[in-house]
């Protein structure tokens, strides 16, 4: 089977990097092209070097046209905003795309929503295997408790973290949404400051914490009366979300009809 080129935005940042060695030591997947911002310094550096595996022929580019003839398939780790211009991108070069980047807002969904129509786009709150397998038991455990019993996400990550809650953490809360029957942003509790009354049975609670160099950290509690049900799920490296984002670009690569995915869809579940 011929190898899938893969383009990376975002190719000098830590999980750019970390994409690089990952494609580097998968069968079946190469990588043919990195982008920055023009101003980053990486650019025209090796993408092996940066990656610390050694020179691979592949130089930091700017150019997001370029990247998106050149490659199969691109990842796009970055920002909302660019991870909005890929998808116009993905649809323009009809090449498919992987995004991996959260706290995009209701518009900047809709334009990742109309590129899937034309192109597969997988766009994940999390790329990991056991967070895929959460977000199904979730789901499961919301619908089989009532709403007698409390619903509670506690998210922690880095603290250069700039969107709250976590991609992650309203995923999880729209599985319990879905297993519950309920709509998530009129049932939601965001945050608790002050004199707040008692907590309204049958929301969905969130908290967001951040600090130090977490690469995620997600709980679910269900509270029941004199008894407590917690899911957890910690990511104790990035490594995981890239080795989920290879394997999605593969799935990818090999020929899968337009539309908007999830992990649950590439890993078959």
Same mark, same amino acid.
């Given at each position: 089977?011929?190898?899938?080129?893969?383009?990376?935005?975002?190719?000098?940042?830590?999980?750019?990097?970390?994409?690089?060695?990952?494609?580097?030591?998968?069968?079946?997947?190469?990588?043919?092209?990195?982008?920055?911002?023009?101003?980053?310094?990486?650019?025209?550096?090796?993408?092996?070097?940066?990656?610390?595996?050694?020179?691979?022929?592949?130089?930091?580019?700017?150019?997001?046209?370029?990247?998106?003839?050149?490659?199969?398939?691109?990842?796009?780790?970055?920002?909302?905003?660019?991870?909005?211009?890929?998808?116009?991108?993905?649809?323009?070069?009809?090449?498919?795309?992987?995004?991996?980047?959260?706290?995009?807002?209701?518009?900047?969904?809709?334009?990742?929503?109309?590129?899937?129509?034309?192109?597969?786009?997988?766009?994940?709150?999390?790329?990991?295997?056991?967070?895929?397998?959460? @977000? %199904? &038991?979730?789901?499961? *455990? +919301?619908?089989?408790? =009532?709403? #007698?019993?409390?619903? $509670?996400?506690?998210?922690?990550?880095?603290?250069?973290?700039?969107?709250?809650?976590?991609?992650?953490? @309203? %995923? &999880?809360?729209?599985? *319990? +949404?879905?297993?519950? =029957?309920? #709509?998530?942003?009129? $049932?939601?509790?965001?945050?608790?400051?002050?004199?707040?009354?008692?907590?309204?049975?049958?929301?969905?609670?969130?908290?967001?914490?951040?600090?130090?160099?977490?690469? =995620?950290?997600?709980?679910?509690?269900?509270?029941?009366?004199?008894?407590?049900?917690?899911?957890?799920?910690?990511?104790?490296?990035?490594?995981?979300?890239?080795?989920?984002?290879?394997?999605?670009?593969?799935?990818?690569?090999?020929?899968?009809?337009?539309?908007?995915?999830?992990?649950?869809?590439?890993?078959?579940?």
């Amino acid at each position: 089977m011929a190898e899938i080129g893969i383009g990376i935005t975002g190719c000098a940042g830590k999980m750019g990097r970390m994409l690089v060695a990952e494609i580097a030591a998968t069968p079946g997947a190469r990588i043919v092209a990195g982008i920055e911002a023009p101003s980053n310094p990486a650019l025209g550096r090796d993408l092996g070097e940066l990656a610390g595996i050694g020179a691979i022929g592949v130089a930091a580019g700017d150019d997001p046209e370029t990247l998106f003839q050149t490659a199969d398939v691109v990842i796009d780790f970055s920002t909302p905003a660019a991870g909005v211009l890929s998808a116009r991108l993905a649809a323009r070069h009809n090449k498919p795309l992987l995004l991996g980047t959260t706290g995009l807002s209701a518009e900047q969904g809709e334009a990742v929503r109309t590129a899937a129509t034309i192109v597969p786009i997988v766009w994940p709150p999390n790329t990991s295997l056991g967070v895929t397998l959460m @977000l %199904a &038991l979730v789901e499961d *455990a +919301a619908r089989r408790l =009532g709403s #007698d019993w409390d619903i $509670e996400i506690v998210e922690m990550h880095h603290h250069h973290k700039v969107d709250a809650p976590s991609g992650t953490a @309203l %995923a &999880l809360g729209q599985a *319990a +949404a879905l297993g519950r =029957g309920i #709509d998530l942003a009129s $049932e939601s509790e965001r945050g608790r400051d002050g004199v707040t009354g008692a907590r309204r049975q049958g929301t969905i609670g969130f908290a967001a914490l951040r600090g130090g160099d977490i690469a =995620g950290d997600h709980t679910v509690i269900f509270a029941g009366a004199g008894e407590r049900l917690e899911f957890t799920h910690r990511a104790a490296s990035r490594q995981i979300f890239a080795k989920g984002a290879v394997t999605a670009a593969l799935w990818l690569g090999r020929g899968q009809p337009p539309g908007l995915y999830g992990m649950k869809d590439v890993l078959g579940l």
